[in-house]
């Protein structure tokens, strides 16, 4: 078993869509959740990040986390044909050693 | 204003052939790293540094070798080259020496092994 399991899609929605990305993983000890988003032929960039259990907003943009469930989420409002893009989910530890990926949801929202 | 660059953004090379790509950052950050993205978007750390020292060296052949000649920059040299090797590399930076920081990638560089 993969350390970061994320369905790698591709997931396609109309505008205006909510859409839902999410993440399992098996390590207990990750603390740190992030959520990085990469266009096409771009470097990736950071969209979310949280600490331990709980949700963030910002904006359109929630992100989850369920340390219980080892399970993280990213919820996108009203979704736009610019939030077309690869989702990277990332976590570590509390030591920050080393940034573990899942493999990425190809998302395309149409107009 | 490029935060991180990488030179060459696309290298077409032969089978065997030696190659280095260079990694510059202008943020001041202390760490720096080496991603590998292979053709399905996985994207997997291969080395890191903070301040010019190895900090982290992931399971990866030992053709490839990093070199940091000062904290803004880590270049990724690799020898004798294989078809496997085909894929986008990322450098990133981050401040301080946690990976939890954010990480700044910069715009990749395609490699392509004939």
Same mark, same amino acid.
């Given at each position: !078993?993969?350390?970061?399991? !994320?369905?790698?899609?591709?997931?396609?929605?109309?505008? @205006?869509? /909510?859409?839902?990305?999410?993440?399992?993983?098996?390590?207990?000890?990750?603390?740190?959740?992030?959520?990085?988003?990469?266009?096409?032929?771009?470097?990736?960039?950071?969209?979310?990040?949280?600490? =331990?259990?709980?949700?963030?907003?910002?904006?359109?943009?929630?992100?989850?986390?369920?340390? =219980?469930?080892?399970? /993280?989420?990213?919820? /996108?409002?009203?979704?736009?044909?610019?939030?077309?893009?690869?989702?990277?989910?990332?976590?570590?530890? !509390?030591? @920050?050693?080393?940034? /573990?990926? @899942?493999?990425?949801?190809?998302?395309?929202?149409?107009? | 204003?490029?935060?991180?660059? $990488?030179? +060459?953004? &696309?290298?077409?090379?032969?089978?065997?052939?030696?190659?280095?790509?260079?990694? #510059? $950052?202008?943020?001041?950050?202390?760490?720096?790293?080496? &991603?590998?993205?292979?053709?399905?978007?996985?994207?997997?750390?291969?080395?890191?540094?903070?301040?010019? *020292?190895?900090?982290?060296? #992931?399971?990866?052949?030992?053709?490839? %070798? +990093?070199?940091? +000649?000062?904290?803004?920059?880590?270049?990724?040299?690799?020898?004798?080259? *294989?078809?496997?090797?085909?894929?986008? &590399?990322?450098?990133? %930076?981050?401040?301080?020496?946690?990976? &939890?920081? #954010?990480?700044?990638?910069? +715009?990749?560089?395609?490699?392509?092994?004939?």
């Amino acid at each position: !078993q993969k350390e970061v399991e !994320q369905d790698p899609g591709p997931l396609s929605v109309p505008e @205006g869509a /909510i859409v839902s990305l999410n993440c399992t993983y098996s390590n207990s000890a990750f603390q740190y959740f992030m959520w990085y988003r990469q266009y096409s032929r771009k470097g990736p960039e950071l969209l979310m990040y949280t600490y =331990s259990s709980g949700n963030k907003e910002d904006g359109r943009f929630t992100a989850q986390v369920d340390k =219980s469930s080892k399970y /993280i989420s990213l919820f /996108i409002r009203d979704s736009q044909p610019s939030d077309s893009a690869t989702y990277l989910c990332a976590m570590t530890d !509390q030591a @920050g050693t080393a940034l /573990i990926f @899942g493999k990425g949801t190809t998302l395309s929202v149409s107009s | 204003d490029t935060a991180v660059s $990488q030179t +060459p953004k &696309y290298l077409v090379t032969q089978m065997g052939n030696d190659k280095s790509i260079k990694c #510059e $950052q202008n943020l001041g950050h202390d760490t720096m790293y080496w &991603y590998k993205q292979d053709s399905k978007k996985f994207l997997k750390i291969m080395f890191s540094y903070n301040n010019k *020292e190895l900090i982290i060296n #992931e399971t990866v052949p030992n053709r490839f %070798s +990093p070199k940091s +000649p000062d904290k803004a920059h880590l270049n990724l040299h690799i020898n004798s080259l *294989e078809l496997g090797d085909s894929a986008v &590399y990322f450098c990133a %930076s981050t401040r301080g020496g946690a990976s &939890y920081n #954010e990480q700044f990638f910069g +715009p990749g560089t395609r490699l392509t092994v004939l």
